[in-house]
């Protein structure tokens, strides 16, 4: 039976007509306990879902839909080592990344534990003896550099998770992150380094990706030209394609490996977040592990009425299938997490921008919402208009990290108003005093969805819950939608568009094949090239 034909979702439909036309005002006057009975805690976070357009009638026929949708044996399957990329015949197995030692996890026939703490323990005496400044360049001196060089999956988490563990950083290492073809990134990472000291992490599964390969050519060519005479020193790769990185002159000693089943935007937790470890120290990424797995663990075994990453992927589908939602925004009250939208921007959109489902069918609704934000309170200057008074339905994801250190509370406590405001204005609005509020353009409609995730300090264990629960809500949205969330068919097409244009403005030449608005592009960049 098609998703939209099941009785669960019709009777959404009828729901949804039935309850649009009640503010959450009054759902709130009506019901004072509405904020405690609908949050949820969890090891330290605190999850506020009472500001959303539902009542228990709204979740009860959400949790049947995921009955209908078979989400617990989904979510069995998750575990179990399934099939569950389809299109790649994989298991998707990031959360055995987090396992602790001895779980048995099987892909297939193979036993993965140990050989992913064999590679944890090879990371670990790296990672250590980079600390101590053991690793050393080609001219004898220490490295006290770190290039990452790799693109989405390879790129953001590892990013985002540096950067937001700044305040646990052990070590004088100087990190860099280059992602973009764009040369100003690599050459403003390059600028400042010393090519004595400096070592490129080059971050690939795939060891295919055509930015990160050319990246590390400039590497290389940048070490060369200023006289290094042992590149191979000054590389490590992390890639699922080991031949290929032996290949490209990497010494077998210098790789480490994860694994085909594990997705680039699930990979931080491999030694993709090689970066982390050296900035933060070993046991600061095992704990960043042990948070992810503390939510692996809650969304295995708790019931779908008390399961967060459960609730959450559902009101998602709520609004999105419902209301009709096209975007849901994230704004972190917390700076540590300013790459958080760019990262669940690769992590949803391109696990979930699926219009095939998992029979080889088009689906019939919509998927993926378009993620988007940035963090509190410079959202209140420069979008929040549009979420107040716009036209469009936004669910929005607040953010609230609870960080008391004294030397702060100035900005702290203003931080956090705003951010509690926020969601009080979006709900309540004030169209409930229209009397006073004149003229119209003053009146805001409220009635607006929020969530409030509150924590306290952002430590590594919270981080890597806070990382899991937004993986395991895309899962549990494409377990409705019955879509592959692993693979990403969509980005081939312009990668091979982009290998052929490549070749014809290597050889000052269009083809004759391309619609007349790409050969005028190509057109007008070659005469760029030939008038200079
Ligand atoms: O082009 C999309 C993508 O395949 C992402 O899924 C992935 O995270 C990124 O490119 C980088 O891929 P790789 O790690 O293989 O270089």
Same mark, same amino acid.
Not at 140 to 158: C, E, F, V
Not at 237 to 242: K, Y
Not at 311 to 330: E, M, P, Q, R, S
């Given at each position: 039976?098609?998703?939209?034909?099941?009785?669960?979702?019709?009777?959404?439909?009828?729901?949804?007509?039935?309850?649009?036309?009640?503010?959450?005002?009054?759902?709130?006057?009506?019901?004072?306990?509405?904020?405690?009975?609908?949050?949820?805690?969890?090891?330290?976070?605190?999850?506020?879902?009472?500001?959303?357009?539902?009542?228990?009638?709204?979740?009860?026929?959400?949790?049947?839909?995921?009955?209908?949708?078979?989400?617990?044996?989904?979510?069995?399957?998750?575990?179990?080592?399934?099939?569950?990329?389809? &299109?790649?015949?994989?298991?998707?197995?990031?959360?055995? +990344?987090?396992?602790?030692?001895?779980?048995?996890?099987?892909?297939?026939?193979?036993?993965?534990?140990?050989?992913?703490?064999? /590679?944890?323990?090879?990371?670990?005496?790296?990672?250590?003896?980079?600390?101590?400044?053991?690793?050393?360049?080609?001219?004898?001196?220490?490295?006290?550099?770190?290039?990452?060089?790799?693109?989405?999956?390879?790129?953001?988490?590892?990013?985002?998770?540096?950067?937001?563990?700044?305040?646990?950083?052990?070590? &004088?290492?100087?990190?860099?992150?280059?992602?973009?073809?764009?040369?100003?990134?690599?050459?403003?990472?390059?600028?400042?380094?010393?090519?004595?000291?400096? =070592?490129?992490? =080059?971050? &690939?599964?795939?060891?295919?990706?055509?930015?990160?390969?050319?990246?590390?050519?400039?590497?290389?060519?940048?070490? +060369?030209?200023?006289?290094?005479?042992?590149?191979?020193?000054?590389?490590?790769? =992390?890639?699922?394609?080991?031949?290929?990185?032996?290949?490209?002159?990497?010494?077998?000693?210098?790789?480490?490996?994860?694994?085909?089943?594990?997705?680039?935007?699930?990979?931080?937790?491999?030694?993709?977040?090689?970066? =982390?470890?050296?900035?933060?120290?070993?046991?600061?990424?095992?704990?960043?592990?042990?948070?992810?797995?503390?939510?692996?663990?809650?969304?295995?075994?708790?019931?779908?009425?008390?399961?967060?990453?459960?609730?959450?992927?559902?009101?998602?589908?709520?609004?999105?299938?419902?209301?009709?939602?096209?975007?849901?925004?994230?704004?972190?009250?917390?700076?540590?997490?300013?790459?958080?939208?760019?990262?669940?921007?690769?992590?949803?959109?391109?696990?979930?921008?699926?219009?095939?489902?998992?029979?080889?069918?088009?689906?019939?609704?919509?998927?993926?919402?378009?993620?988007?934000?940035?963090?509190?309170?410079?959202?209140?200057?420069?979008?929040?208009?549009?979420?107040?008074?716009?036209?469009?339905?936004?669910?929005?994801?607040?953010?609230?990290?609870?960080?008391?250190?004294?030397?702060?509370?100035?900005?702290?406590?203003?931080?956090?108003?705003?951010?509690?405001?926020?969601? /009080?204005?979006?709900?309540?609005?004030?169209?409930?005093?229209?009397? /006073?509020?004149?003229?119209?353009?003053?009146?805001?409609?409220?009635?607006?969805?929020?969530?409030?995730?509150?924590?306290?300090?952002?430590?590594?264990?919270?981080?890597?819950?806070?990382?899991?629960?937004?993986?395991?809500?895309?899962?549990?949205?494409?377990?409705?939608?019955?879509?592959?969330?692993?693979?990403?068919?969509?980005? /081939?097409?312009?990668?091979?568009?982009?290998?052929?244009?490549?070749?014809?403005?290597?050889?000052?030449?269009?083809?004759?094949?391309?619609?007349?608005?790409?050969?005028?592009?190509?057109?007008?960049?070659?005469? &760029?090239?030939?008038?200079?």
């Amino acid at each position: 039976m098609r998703l939209t034909d099941t009785p669960a979702w019709r009777k959404l439909q009828q729901h949804q007509k039935d309850i649009s036309g009640i503010h959450m005002r009054d759902m709130f006057a009506a019901d004072p306990d509405r904020a405690n009975r609908l949050s949820i805690e969890l090891d330290g976070i605190y999850i506020d879902y009472s500001k959303h357009r539902i009542t228990a009638e709204t979740l009860d026929l959400l949790f049947s839909l995921a009955d209908q949708a078979d989400l617990k044996n989904r979510i069995d399957a998750l575990f179990n080592g399934s099939l569950l990329n389809r &299109s790649e015949q994989r298991p998707a197995l990031h959360t055995a +990344l987090r396992s602790p030692a001895g779980t048995a996890i099987k892909a297939g026939n193979t036993d993965i534990s140990r050989p992913i703490h064999d /590679e944890l323990s090879r990371m670990e005496q790296f990672v250590n003896r980079l600390r101590a400044g053991e690793i050393k360049g080609y001219s004898g001196k220490s490295i006290n550099t770190l290039i990452n060089i790799g693109i989405g999956g390879s790129d953001l988490g590892p990013r985002l998770a540096y950067d937001a563990l700044k305040d646990f950083k052990t070590s &004088s290492l100087s990190v860099h992150f280059v992602a973009n073809i764009d040369a100003r990134e690599i050459n403003a990472a390059l600028s400042g380094s010393d090519p004595e000291t400096t =070592v490129f992490m =080059v971050s &690939s599964k795939s060891f295919s990706t055509e930015e990160t390969l050319t990246n590390a050519k400039t590497a290389r060519q940048w070490l +060369l030209e200023r006289g290094c005479n042992e590149p191979e020193k000054h590389f490590i790769a =992390v890639t699922a394609n080991i031949t290929a990185a032996e290949n490209s002159g990497m010494p077998s000693e210098n790789i480490f490996k994860i694994w085909d089943w594990t997705g680039g935007r699930y990979s931080v937790w491999s030694a993709i977040g090689l970066p =982390v470890a050296a900035s933060t120290g070993m046991d600061n990424f095992y704990q960043f592990l042990a948070g992810a797995h503390c939510m692996d663990e809650h969304l295995h075994t708790r019931p779908l009425a008390k399961n967060i990453p459960v609730i959450l992927g559902l009101l998602d589908i709520w609004y999105i299938n419902f209301f009709n939602a096209k975007t849901l925004a994230v704004i972190p009250y917390d700076q540590s997490l300013h790459y958080l939208p760019g990262y669940l921007s690769q992590l949803i959109m391109e696990s979930n921008g699926k219009y095939i489902d998992q029979d080889n069918q088009p689906v019939d609704y919509n998927t993926s919402a378009v993620i988007w934000g940035n963090v509190g309170t410079n959202a209140q200057h420069a979008f929040m208009q549009f979420l107040h008074q716009g036209t469009h339905l936004t669910p929005v994801d607040f953010l609230l990290g609870m960080n008391h250190s004294e030397d702060q509370k100035a900005h702290q406590d203003i931080l956090v108003a705003n951010c509690i405001a926020q969601g /009080e204005a979006l709900m309540a609005g004030n169209s409930h005093m229209l009397s /006073e509020i004149k003229p119209d353009y003053k009146i805001i409609p409220g009635n607006k969805p929020s969530t409030t995730i509150m924590y306290g300090q952002l430590t590594p264990y919270t981080l890597g819950m806070l990382l899991a629960m937004y993986e395991h809500r895309t899962f549990v949205q494409a377990s409705i939608w019955n879509i592959n969330p692993f693979d990403q068919w969509g980005v /081939e097409l312009s990668k091979k568009i982009s290998a052929s244009i490549i070749d014809e403005l290597d050889g000052h030449k269009t083809n004759s094949t391309h619609d007349s608005s790409t050969s005028n592009l190509i057109k007008r960049y070659l005469k &760029s090239i030939d008038s200079k």
